[in-house]
């Protein structure tokens, strides 16, 4: 595999590896923040981190999908099987549509619920939907079925990982690793 032609460049792959951190973790605390019984002051940090990270994540996926949609991706270093094209087509759309409704359920939930997103908040940013419970229980339920389904592909896609990194050794895996101790 020629390193320099089929490895995606250094922005996509910091864009990929810093949303892959930051969505390891908001899976957990989402799950987590939400449990009967736990401690206040825990749980308000839990919720104040989650909105704000979720903005951050906000912001990110609109940055990756512009720099994709100026950078396309590199044509695969090997040939797949159709159904393995397909299966990878689907996980990546399927993770780039719930990397954008999932901060944005939550988004609506937290603003139509009454509730405040304290980095927006800090720049001074109204609203942009109307405080409504009913609105806010439908973002709400958005974003809990959602957040399973972003597990589930996430465990897909590390799956895939490892497999085309460790079982096939392709170099599917290494078009994405990130760009860190190594030359640029």
């Known amino acids: 595999m020629n390193d320099r032609v089929l490895r995606y460049r250094v922005p996509a792959r910091l864009i990929h590896w810093v949303m892959a951190l930051l969505v390891l973790g908001m899976i ?20 104040i981190s989650h909105k704000n990270i979720g903005v951050l994540l906000l912001l990110l996926i609109f940055v990756r999908l512009i720099y994709r ?4 991706p590199l044509l695969a270093p090997v040939a797949m099987p159709a159904v393995q094209k397909f299966a990878s087509h689907a996980s990546h759309f399927g993770l780039y549509a719930l990397l954008l409704i999932m901060p944005l359920a939550g988004y609506v939930r937290v603003r139509a619920g009454g509730f405040p997103i304290e980095s927006l908040d800090a720049m001074g940013l109204p609203s942009f939907v109307p405080r409504s419970d009913a609105l806010a229980e439908v973002a709400k339920t958005v974003h809990f079925y959602g957040a399973y389904a972003i597990a589930g592909l996430v465990v897909v896609h590390i ?5 085309h990194g460790l079982v096939r050794r392709d170099g ?11 030359k640029l």
Do not use: K
């Open 28 to 47: 957990p605390v989402g799950f987590f923040m939400i449990r009967e019984g736990l401690d206040r002051s825990l749980q308000n940090f839990l919720f």
């Open 69 to 72: 949609w100026r950078n396309p």
């Open 159 to 163: 799956s895939a990982a490892a497999y």
């Open 172 to 182: 599917i895996f290494s078009r994405m690793w990130p760009p860190v101790g190594r």
